[in-house]
Every structure is written in C-alpha cells, then in structure tokens.
C-alpha cells in the first residue's frame, strides 16, 4: 500500500487540520532544509524543535554501547518527530537523524506543546499518530530478531518508498546497514540480490525500487503489519478531515440560507411599501370636496376635516401656517 499524496500540504498530519486549527500555529512553523545525516535530536538531550517532514525521511535509531546501532522507527511525510511529547515532556532517550534529503516544517517545542492544549484536534492527531507510530518501533523491534536481512531490508525500502514522492531513494549501503544493525558488506550483498533479481537498481547513495510488487513477495509480514496500523491512523485523519469539511458545509448552507431568507422577507417588505406607495398615489389621484367658505375637506367617511389634519392623517405630514411673499407684502401693504 502506498499512502496518497496530498495537495494542499505535504505533510498528511497538517494538511488534514481544519484550517481554524491549523491557524492556531502556522506562524509559527518554520520550513528548513533536512540534509542527509543531519542528527537533530541527540540521546539525552532536550528536545528544542518539532518536526513536520514533507519529502524526506527521519529515523529514530538505538545507539548501544558497543557502538553499534538499530533502527527504532522512520517517519515521513505521515506524521512529526518526538511523538512522545504527546505522552511526557522527557529529552530524547534516541538519537534521531535525517535519512533522506529534502524539506520539513518545524516548530519550537515550547510553542508546540502549547497548541496542543489549545487545539483539541490537533491534540487527537497527535495522539493516534504516537500509538501508530509506537506500533511501527515495537514491530521493529521485533523484525530484528525473527527475521533475515534480506527481508528486513525490503521492509526498509518500501517504508522509504511509502514516504516520499516516486521511486528512487537517496540513501547509502553504509547507513542501511546502521538501520538494520547489520554488516555494510552483508547489506551489499544482499542488495546485490534484489538487484539481480531487478526488484532494486542502485548506485552511490541511491535506491531505485523497479518492481514494488516483487519487493513486497519478498519482505517479511512486519511491513504488512505496520501498514496496516498506518493505514487506519491515516484513515481516521481522513474522516475527520472530510467530517469537519462536511461540517463546514452545513454552516455556510446554513447561513446561505438565513441569508436567502432575509432577502425573501426584505423583498416583501419592499413589495409592502410599494403597494402603499401605489395605494397613496391612487389616493391622491381622487377627487376630494373642498369648501371654498372654510377650507375644510370632505374625508373618505363624509366627514369634514380641517385640511391640516386631513393630510396629517393621510400622509403623516404637519403643515405649518405662514403668508408666502405675495400675501405678506400685501398685509404689510394693509396695515
């Protein structure tokens, strides 16, 4: 099983954040360069960064007294490094270092623990991804002891292949055989094997996987076993991320609604007023009797008003009295 590539971030644990959650940090996500080698956690040490990787591979490897080292377990574009913060605040008790060139996001470790008691989802992502990633490093474990090199050496590689875009794999013999806790010369040879049977092609510090599915016949059933803890991790991200979409859905339906609601309710409030306006310019359009002697108006019930109260009633205006030009100067003229 490969695991599908995402668009909208290449790492699969961020990119299914909703995006009011993912807001929460991205400022303070910082994107590095990882180059092949680079240790970024040493065993012992404080923890000052957490690690998002995109394209390229990480691996948590036991170092032992002798000298000697195994791999404990690799992460890739499915998850983050120190997947135990989630559990305590203890330093690395791993050396980690980077396996594959390439590009990942990363966060201070102060800042990271902080969001995750902020941020509920961000908490649960992290949460499955640990028991997910913990199940690869027990599985792990036990491949070293109960199966051969060969095997594990083709678990390795479709791990690699699962973690990164296409097929070719930057990475030595020499640091295959660190992972594995094995022989460089015994891992030569038995990559000269898959290589004559055209399962791999290789060359300096690089890996090309030709025939997955014959690699897959030839690993042990841990890499099954791992992947299908992997892939209920990644589907679990996959429903919520589609449920909080959904979820997103409804609400903006909703408020479309509401929205298209008002509108109906204020067109017809708009309808009201104009067939108002039509019935008061039908109004005025009547003849009405006015007498010449008063001045009063005869109103719809026979009655007869003073024309000052008629229009107030009518159209809810108030006529103040005075004398235009006309009459004023004539009533000048008068007195």
């Known amino acids: 099983m490969t695991f599908p590539q995402v668009s909208l971030n290449r790492n699969r644990l961020l990119s299914a954040l909703p995006a009011d959650e993912y807001g929460l940090f991205k400022a303070d996500l910082e994107s590095v360069k990882m180059r092949r080698g680079e240790i970024i956690y040493k065993s012992g040490e404080p923890i000052k960064y957490v690690y998002f990787p995109e394209n390229c591979i990480v691996s948590m490897i036991t170092v032992f007294g002798d000298g000697t080292s195994l791999e404990s377990g690799i992460v890739g574009n499915e998850g983050m490094t120190a997947a135990g913060l989630v559990l305590s605040k203890t330093p690395s008790v791993r050396e980690t270092c980077v396996q594959t060139t390439g590009q990942s996001w990363r966060i201070k470790t102060s800042s990271f623990s902080a969001m995750l008691e902020e941020s509920r989802v961000l908490k649960q992502y992290v949460t499955n991804y640990a028991s997910a990633f913990f199940e690869q490093v027990a599985q792990a474990g036990a491949c070293s002891n109960h199966h051969s090199l060969v095997e594990r050496l083709a678990r390795l590689l479709l791990m690699c292949q699962d973690r990164i875009e296409g097929n070719k794999i930057h990475i030595t013999h020499e640091f295959i055989a660190q992972l594995l806790g094995a022989y460089r010369p015994n891992v030569t040879n038995v990559a000269m094997n898959l290589k004559e049977k055209k399962l791999i092609d290789y060359q300096r510090g690089l890996i090309e996987i030709l025939d997955r599915t014959g690699l897959e016949a030839v690993a042990c059933e841990c890499y099954d076993a791992i992947n299908e803890t992997y892939r209920l991790y990644l589907s679990s991200l996959e429903l919520r991320s589609l449920s909080h979409r959904a979820e997103l859905a409804s609400q903006k339906m909703s408020f479309e609604t509401n929205k298209r609601r008002d509108l109906v309710n ?70």
Do not use: E
């Not at 009633?313 to 030009?325: A, E, G, H, V, W």
């Open 266 to 335: 204020q067109a017809h409030q708009n309808i009201r007023s104009l067939q108002n306006a039509i019935s008061d310019i039908k109004f005025l359009r009547g003849d009405y009797l006015l007498c010449m002697n008063c001045h009063f108006i005869r109103d719809d019930n026979g009655i007869w008003r003073q024309i000052d109260f008629f229009v107030h009633k009518r159209f809810n205006l108030t006529i103040n009295r005075t004398l235009c030009p006309d009459c004023s100067k004539s009533k000048l003229a008068v007195a």
